[in-house]
């Protein structure tokens, strides 16, 4: 019996989405969007490319939230994306009241789902889910850090022209400018890139990743990044499916860890069948903590708009 994964929001990223998982045959797909005939249509285009790739997956677009019903994961991208010179947080009023519809269909058709939000702004989008649909903290988790850990990797993969197979990097906190790179945890085949780049190109990687959502946002102009996102997204998902026991930065709802109570903020996590099962607590320098309580703050100002 294959497992069944929802898209809900039919878009750039939802597009990625629905053709990786179906084609990788990580379980069969369907996709919700609001707009009429858009997740139809993409999906039967895709469904009739299977054969190209040999994969079986069931790929389906649907308007009614009824098609979703028995998901084993659902991935949240509805909402509006960035246009040039808007910040993640511009997209907050919006993007609130179509989250809040969002958890009502996903509570009332898939209770029993993991799942990922991406819409942004992140961490804001993942704390209202939760408040909303009332699924318990290891079931609900936001994607931002594995995206953001993946920017810096490229970037230092690039810079020592290495694999970027041999490079690991931890960016953590809020998704937005504030976010966090720890260049101590960054690594080149567990070397410390510190020995390998100097201060100043290293400070030069992290401003670059910091922007990196905004660089792709400039370059397009009509939206932002979507296969990035969508792929870093897909990584959480098979950990859950195949019970892979990963290791990611997420927005996890913190009760404590970290000194944090009560919020989604970009941790690293053990993601895998439970779901996000633990949150590591990585020793962070004092310079470190003060950027991350930087990061806290500003997501927690986010937060403080929201009216459930
Ligand atoms: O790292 C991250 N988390 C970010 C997230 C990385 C990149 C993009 N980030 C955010 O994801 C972005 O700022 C947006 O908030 C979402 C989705 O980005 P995408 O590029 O996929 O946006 P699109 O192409 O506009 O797709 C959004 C779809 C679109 O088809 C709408 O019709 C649909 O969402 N939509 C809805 N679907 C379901 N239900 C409702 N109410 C709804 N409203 C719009």
């Known amino acids: 019996m294959r497992k069944k994964i929802a898209l809900i929001g039919g878009g750039n990223i939802g597009g990625v989405l629905a053709e990786q998982a ?20 993409k999906a039967l285009d895709m469904a009739e490319g299977a054969p190209l790739v040999g994969a079986d997956s069931k790929i389906s677009g649907a308007n009614d939230y009824e098609a979703i019903a028995g ?35 996903v509570r009332d058709n898939a209770p029993d789902a993991f799942v990922i ?33 993946t920017r810096l990797r490229s970037f230092i993969a690039w810079e020592l022209d290495v694999s970027v197979k041999d490079v690991t990097a931890l960016v953590l906190g809020g998704h937005g400018d504030t976010m966090v790179p720890l260049v101590r945890y960054c690594t080149v085949a567990g070397v410390p890139i510190g020995q390998l780049i100097s201060a100043e190109r290293i400070d030069e990687l992290v401003e670059r990743t910091k922007g990196a959502g905004g660089e792709v946002v400039a370059l397009l102009k009509t939206g932002s990044a979507f296969v990035s996102p969508a792929l870093s997204a ?27 109570d009560g919020l989604y903020v970009g941790v690293p996590c053990v993601m895998g069948a439970g779901g996000v099962e633990r949150i590591l607590e990585v020793e962070l320098s004092s310079d470190e903590r003060k950027l991350f309580d930087a990061s806290l703050d500003h997501v927690k100002e986010l937060v403080s708009q929201i009216k459930i």
């Open 22 to 41: 179906a084609y990788r045959e990580l379980g069969d797909v369907v996709m919700f969007d609001v707009v009429e005939g858009l997740p139809q249509g």
């Open 234 to 260: 897909l990584e959480m998902a098979e950990a859950y499916l195949r019970d892979k026991k990963r290791v990611f930065a997420c927005a996890c709802l913190c009760e404590g860890e970290y000194g944090v």
């Open 71 to 105: 998901s084993d994961v659902v991935i949240i991208t509805a909402g509006l994306a960035r246009k040039p010179g808007m910040s993640r947080d511009d997209l907050l009023k919006t993007n609130l009241s179509i989250m809040k519809q969002v958890a009502e269909g």
């Open 117 to 149: 939000v991406i819409s942004n702004p992140l961490d804001a989008m993942v704390y209202t889910f939760k408040e909303v649909s009332g699924f318990p903290k290891n079931r609900v988790v936001g994607m931002a850090g594995i995206l953001d850990s």
